[in-house]
């Protein structure tokens, strides 16, 4: 039977000559690793305990020529046996600092991303809920207003904190795949905060107090999530970090949460006054000095 040899390659020829043009860098790297390998070994061998031989299973032994070690030959075996190793701090490659620094920025852009499309979503739907509750102010600040699609066939719970001014609890809440989760919980009253799978949400009152807070003595977020912590923990549930005891940090989100809402404030007052014509005059004139005035 004729046997044919075929030639396998294991690369591409972009990847073939990515090695050629960079082999001093990979053999460089080959060969810092082969030395962290061989302190590894003289670390393990340095670490291991020395092997103790019984000299009674040997009856040939003669006692006798053993010379006799004194203290002196003692140290000096005990000086041998220590070797100073030289522990030398591996220099991050610039190929790997420009990775991370590559996908570092593409979380960024993709975070950026998801909050501009969420942002898009929600804008309507806040126009239209503030001025059903009165900029959250009336009687119906707290009732649900979802709506879902007659043709949505999927729907999934997922439990989400919900932080107010008036109390902290965890709540299972019904997500569908027609409405955007942040979406779904404004209709409930809640912003949230993470543009995807939010965990976190915190309600308009407490916002709209939070910005009071703000225009008018300057607030920072880190106190003030503390205090609000202080304040909520003893008269509502605690809640607690994902397979934890500890209390959660809300200040991420919170800070999320935040920027989200004066950005719907921003694009709520622009709307007005561009329906009403206002000129930059009348714009600043206008009376509403805990709102921020968009950029003219």
């Keep these: 039977m004729r046997t044919t040899r075929f030639t396998v390659r294991t690369a591409d020829r972009s990847q073939i000559l990515r090695r050629q043009v960079h082999a001093a860098r990979i053999a460089e790297t080959l060969a810092r690793i082969r030395r962290q390998e061989q302190l590894d070994r003289q670390r393990e061998q340095l670490a291991r305990p020395p092997a103790f031989q019984n000299v009674l299973d040997e009856p040939d032994t003669n006692f006798e020529d053993q010379p006799d070690e004194g203290e002196h030959n003692q140290e000096d075996e005990t000086e041998e046996n220590c070797v100073w190793v030289d522990l030398l701090e591996d220099q991050p490659d610039e190929i790997d600092i420009a990775i991370a620094a590559d996908r570092e920025r593409h979380r960024q852009q993709a975070r950026e991303f998801n909050w501009a499309v969420l942002l898009h979503h929600l804008h309507a739907t806040y126009m239209k809920l503030k001025a059903i509750t009165k900029d959250w102010t009336g009687s119906n600040s707290y009732n649900s207003f979802t709506s879902c699609s007659a043709t949505c066939s999927r729907e999934f719970h997922r439990?989400?904190?919900?932080?107010?001014?008036?109390?902290?609890?965890?709540?299972?809440?019904r997500f569908c795949e027609c409405t955007?989760?942040?979406?779904?919980?404004?209709?409930?009253?809640?912003?949230?905060?993470?543009?995807?799978?939010?965990?976190?949400?915190?309600?308009?009152?407490?916002?709209?107090?939070?910005?009071?807070?703000?225009?008018?003595?300057?607030?920072?977020?880190?106190?003030?999530?503390?205090?609000?912590?202080?304040?909520?923990?003893?008269?509502?549930?605690?809640?607690?970090?994902?397979?934890?005891?500890?209390?959660?940090?809300?200040?991420?989100?919170?800070?999320?949460a935040v920027d989200l809402f004066r950005q719907l404030e921003e694009k709520t007052a622009e709307v007005v006054f561009s329906s009403l014509q206002l000129t930059k005059q009348e714009i600043l004139a206008s009376p509403s000095p805990n709102q921020r005035k968009p950029q003219l």
């Design 180 to 256: 955007l989760d942040g979406v779904r919980l404004l209709q409930l009253g809640y912003i949230a905060g993470s543009p995807v799978r939010p965990q976190t949400a915190f309600s308009l009152p407490l916002l709209i107090f939070h910005n009071n807070l703000w225009n008018n003595c300057h607030v920072g977020t880190l106190p003030f999530t503390v205090a609000l912590n202080s304040w909520l923990e003893p008269r509502s549930q605690r809640l607690r970090a994902r397979q934890g005891k500890h209390a959660r940090q809300l200040r991420k989100p919170f800070t999320a």
């Design 159 to 173: 439990t989400v904190d919900l932080v107010d001014i008036q109390g902290q609890r965890q709540k299972t809440i």
